[in-house]
């Protein structure tokens, strides 16, 4: 099983700020099958990213996906007031489909 | 507009059972993989299962070791709706359960629904 470990735990941030958030791999996750999804409370995840560095449909161009192997990369280039939520790492490539434990974007 | 709505959900005692149910629309739900995924209050994600498009030698299934031997994924194509049979509800089976599009990445969910396990 692959084991994603997310960091930081949580990020506290101002509006109009970069937010860097990290998801690394247990071992090496092939063809970059790693998804990221934004949760905001009482509501189900929303997909932002798959294949590592492409951006679902809708989805701003201030949020990027980076990253290859085992080491990954979410970054928000200029948080909104609307980005202010929990952040997940998803990887497909092998079966048990794993998550990471998220990590929290607050407001500072 | 694809909409993906859950239900069946609620209370139920230790050793239980439950069946949820996901009705979708605005996609092709004969050719979609389809997902389950759950949620436990106030933490993370797991992935619960998932189950192939139809085939002439029927679907392919995947189960969480959690849940395995206990509950089952099926479809009904004809009424574009998804299935989770829950048997031997267990405590720590209490979770908002979503279902969602896909077996790789989840493009689409729908909005959950609870289920809690509790004497």
């Known amino acids: 099983e692959i084991v994603l470990t997310q960091s930081p735990g949580t990020l506290s941030l101002s509006p109009g700020e970069r937010a860097t958030l990290s998801c690394r791999a247990s071992?090496?996750?092939?063809?970059?099958?790693l998804a990221w999804y934004q949760q905001k409370p009482g509501q189900a995840p929303r997909l932002l990213i798959y294949?590592?560095?492409n951006r679902a449909t809708g989805i701003p161009d201030r949020f990027s996906g980076s990253g290859s192997g085992t080491d990954f990369t979410l970054t928000i280039s200029r948080l909104e007031p609307e980005d202010f939520a929990v952040y997940y790492c998803?990887?497909?490539?092998?079966?048990?489909?794993?998550f990471g434990q998220g990590t929290k974007v607050e407001i500072k | 507009q694809v909409r993906l709505a859950e239900s069946g959900g609620g209370l139920v005692k230790p050793g239980g059972s439950l069946k949820l149910s996901c009705a979708v629309s605005?996609?092709?739900?004969?050719?979609?993989?389809m997902s389950w995924i759950r949620q436990a209050p106030g933490k993370g994600l797991e992935w619960v299962s998932y189950?192939?498009?139809?085939?002439?030698?029927?679907?392919?299934?995947y189960y969480a070791d959690s849940v395995k031997g206990r509950f089952t994924i099926s479809r009904d194509n004809a009424k574009k709706s998804l299935y989770l049979q829950m048997n031997s509800l267990r405590v720590e089976d209490t979770a908002v359960y979503y279902c969602a599009r896909g077996h790789y990445e989840l493009g689409y969910w729908g909005q959950g629904t609870l289920v809690t396990v509790s004497s």
């Open positions: 189950i192939s498009p139809s085939g002439r030698s029927g679907s392919t299934l």
């Open positions: 294949g590592a560095s």
């Open positions: 071992q090496s996750v092939s063809s970059n099958y």
């Open positions: 998803q990887q497909y490539a092998t079966s048990p489909r794993t």
């Open positions: 605005g996609l092709n739900f004969g050719d979609s993989y």
